[in-house]
């Protein structure tokens, strides 16, 4: 129970962290800030996966596949993080980054492929982020 309720709370933390992330990277009229915004949602990401955040989006797709089942919160944190790369691969496209939207974009597809989830379906807490991010 305790742990559940751990992992509940760390969930709860990066949606939060993601959220206000992405939300700030859709002001595309500021360039840096959108970067900036834009690498605060990879360290919530590295954050989630408990993984040094200057390491964790360098890792390959398959790496970061592997990291995640070694982690043991692989399986409960897959949707969250194979949508939050793909959200991130449409933002780096949008930022004129092909090269990172696509690296973004392979990460999730390993971790959707990897774990059974769709990168682009949003978990029920990010729906409205979708939303919004298709509405930019």
């Given at each position: 129970m305790l742990q559940r309720d751990y992992i509940l709370v760390v969930i709860n933390q990066f949606v939060n962290a993601i959220m206000q992330a992405l939300h700030k990277s859709l002001d595309l009229s500021n360039p840096e800030e959108a970067k900036e915004a834009a690498e605060d949602a990879?360290?919530?990401?590295?954050g989630l996966l408990d993984l040094d955040p200057s390491v964790a989006m360098q890792l390959t797709p398959e790496s970061l596949v592997t990291m995640?089942?070694?982690?043991?919160?692989?399986?409960?944190?897959?949707?969250?993080?194979?949508?939050?790369?793909?959200?991130?691969?449409?933002?780096?496209?949008?930022?004129?980054?092909?090269?990172?939207?696509?690296?973004?974009?392979?990460?999730?597809?390993?971790?959707?492929?990897?774990?059974?989830?769709?990168?682009?379906?949003?978990?029920?807490?990010?729906?409205?982020?979708?939303?919004?991010?298709?509405?930019?």
């Open positions: 990879e360290l919530a990401i590295a995640m089942v070694l982690s043991g919160m692989g399986d409960t944190v897959a949707n969250y993080v194979a949508y939050s790369l793909n959200a991130l691969g449409t933002l780096y496209d949008k930022m004129g980054d092909a090269a990172t939207a696509a690296i973004r974009r392979e990460q999730a597809a390993a971790v959707g492929e990897s774990f059974g989830c769709d990168p682009t379906v949003p978990p029920e807490e990010l729906v409205e982020l979708e939303q919004k991010l298709n509405e930019s």
